[in-house]
Every structure is written in C-alpha cells, then in structure tokens.
C-alpha cells in the first residue's frame, strides 16, 4: 500500500482482504516479519472459527507469543511441518 494511498484505496484493501479470509478454508500465518496486519488477520480468523496455522521459521528456543499459539491450530518451525496443510 502506498503510504500516500486514499482513503477509498485503503478501505477496499481492507474489506477485500476481510473477504478472502472468510472464503479461505485456512489461514497460514507467516509471523517471520512480525506484521501487525497479518496478526490481525490471524486474530480475526480465529475469531469467525477460521483454523490458522502459524509459520515460525527459525523460532528462537521454540518460544512463540501464547496468545498466537492459544488461537492457532498449529505452531510449525520447519517447512516440512507444514507439508500436512498443503
């Protein structure tokens, strides 16, 4: 999104990403980056009964956030965990 993106450009890259969540039978989380937009996206998954699925690659001594593991289906570390969702 361009920072000097209108209002009218935001609120459709909002609701079209709401719908596709709603429509997907999963959500796969990359939580690498620490995206506060792909986090709300997970929260909100969860929240209309979405599985998700969180990838955490490189995970440092296998701590991830409790909140995000509570509200997933799966916390993988490896590519290869993630072989059962795809």
């Not at 986090?39 to 909100?44: F, L, T």
């Not at 955490?56 to 993630?82: C, H, I, Q, W, Y």
Request: glycine fraction near 8%; proline fraction near 2%.
């Amino acid at each position: 999104l361009k920072q000097n993106a209108t209002q009218e450009d935001r609120q459709r890259i909002f609701d079209v990403n709401v719908e596709k969540i709603k429509w997907a039978d999963f959500i796969l989380c990359n939580t690498e980056a620490k995206d506060l937009g792909t986090i709300w996206e997970a929260g909100y998954a969860y929240g209309i009964g979405k599985p998700v699925v969180f990838f955490a690659e490189g995970l440092p001594d296998g701590k991830f956030n409790v909140m995000l593991s509570e509200a997933g289906v799966s916390v993988n570390t490896t590519r290869e965990n993630l072989e059962d969702y795809l």
